[in-house]
């Protein structure tokens, strides 16, 4: 059994965009970088994952997601497509893993873009929610920290840029090691 520990940063519609509905989904929220770090039982790093996926529906980056994530229209232009990055992830993963995150909002969009691409979700296992598991195991209030907030509370220095999929998930990792 391994852990994953995932991340993704998405793009979102500008003021003036529509995003596409497709398969039931419209496009709210469409995944442009993946980031992963896989973990052994022993919470030993196995290897990681990182992409960046060529969107389909928000093909423009959005101007806020583009200062926040540092991903630009040329990086999302060369990326490769939803499916082959699934593809990829899926054999990253292997058969037996968990998937853990920080926060609600990773599992949600990646079934909504899965069912977008009209692409199976059966193969999703069970998801844990480590900042609920940060607030319970360091006994504080039973609401939402940052991934910031829970860094320093664990004086772990990330020396790299947040609001990048592969270092957000390399830094729940570093926290996942302390719970």
């Known amino acids: 059994m391994n852990y994953i ?8 519609p500008g003021y003036a965009d529509t995003a ?5 989904v419209c496009m709210k929220n469409e995944i442009i970088q993946i980031g992963a770090v896989k973990l052994t039982e022993n919470k030993e790093k196995a290897g990681v994952f990182e992409c960046i ?17 540092g991903i630009t229209d040329e990086m999302i232009d060369k990326g490769e497509s939803f499916e082959s990055a699934i593809e990829r992830f899926k054999a990253f993963c292997g058969d037996e893993f968990v998937i853990l995150i920080w926060g609600y909002d990773d599992i949600r969009i990646l079934k909504s873009n899965l069912m977008f691409h009209g692409l199976d979700t059966s193969w999703l296992p069970a998801n844990y929610n480590l900042q609920m598991i940060f607030a319970s195991q360091a006994n ?13 509370h ?25 719970l």
């Open 20 to 24: 596409l509905c497709r398969n039931g």
């Open 53 to 69: 996926i060529k969107p389909v529906s928000l093909t423009s980056m959005n101007r806020m997601i583009k200062q926040l994530t």
């Open 5 to 12: 520990v995932l991340d993704m940063e998405w793009n979102q």
């Open 140 to 152: 504080l209030e039973r609401r939402q920290y940052s991934l910031p907030f829970a860094l320093e």
């Open 154 to 178: 664990y004086e772990i220095s990330a020396d790299e840029k947040l609001h990048d999929a592969l270092n957000d998930a390399i830094s729940t990792a570093f926290v996942c090691y302390h």
